[in-house]
């Protein structure tokens, strides 16, 4: 079993500062990935950013960024030089690398509103 | 390229009625996935195909929910003598095969049970 935990219930952040969004996991399986989603008003799950549990180096993608701590069993990301868009609901996720189940397990969800 | 269309995007139903929910994938993705979402949740999943057959079905929450993929490519979510409590964002995605690739996601359809 998975299970996603996102705990942070709402965050601000002034634009064009850097802002973390937190996600702890818990899984049996050995090979797993880690994904970040953005959920804007409009409903769409966008895909940010990917982690492989077996990858040495932190994940980055232009102004996203995945701190990822193995044995802290934690996947946060990290948006620099926030813009107003980033306004949205950031969902973190997880699935298994092996076997035939490759369902998302999603957490709650963490609102993140951006300040002008 | 297009991405994941689903539709329609909206859907106001009457207790007890039939419905179906379309989703047509990214070209050329063998997987597709059929997640549920709640307001205030993250998305919940509730079966998925390898081509035409159903993989792993062990998210639907009952027998009034069906979903079909007969060619491969376009899915159908079928839910019968729908329930209030079915109301919700259904969610589809693809992705290239089984272990590779992420999964893309489509607009969702907006479910309302009245």
């Known amino acids: 079993a998975q299970k996603i935990t996102q705990t942070q219930p709402g965050m601000f952040v002034q634009e064009k500062e850097a802002v973390t969004l937190d996600c702890t996991y818990d899984t049996s399986d050995q090979s797993y990935g880690l994904f970040w989603y953005k959920q804007p008003s409009s409903g769409e799950m966008i895909f940010l950013i990917y982690?492989?549990?077996?990858?040495?180096q932190n994940a980055t993608e232009g102004r996203y960024s995945l701190n990822f701590q193995k044995a802290r069993k934690s996947a946060n990301l990290v948006i620099s030089a926030s813009q107003l868009g980033d306004s949205a609901m950031y969902f973190c996720a997880m699935r298994g690398l092996t076997g035939a189940n490759s369902k998302l397990t999603f957490g709650k969800g963490i609102t993140l509103s951006v300040r002008p | 390229g297009a991405g994941v269309s689903q539709t329609p995007s909206n859907k106001v139903t009457e207790k007890g009625k039939y419905v179906e929910l379309r989703c047509d994938p990214i070209s050329g993705h063998t997987a597709l996935y059929w997640y549920r979402q709640s307001l205030g949740q993250g998305p919940e999943f509730l079966i998925y195909?390898?081509?035409?057959?159903?993989?792993?079905d062990s998210g639907l929450p009952n027998d009034r929910f069906f979903a079909v993929r007969p060619e491969g490519s376009v899915s159908t979510l079928k839910i019968q003598r729908t329930e209030r409590g079915d109301s919700a964002v259904y969610l589809c995605?693809?992705?290239?095969?089984?272990?590779?690739?992420?999964?893309?996601f489509g607009p969702g359809t907006r479910l309302l049970v009245l």
């Open positions: 195909f390898q081509g035409t057959g159903a993989a792993d």
């Open positions: 995605a693809s992705s290239p095969g089984t272990h590779a690739g992420t999964q893309y």
């Open positions: 982690q492989g549990s077996y990858d040495e």
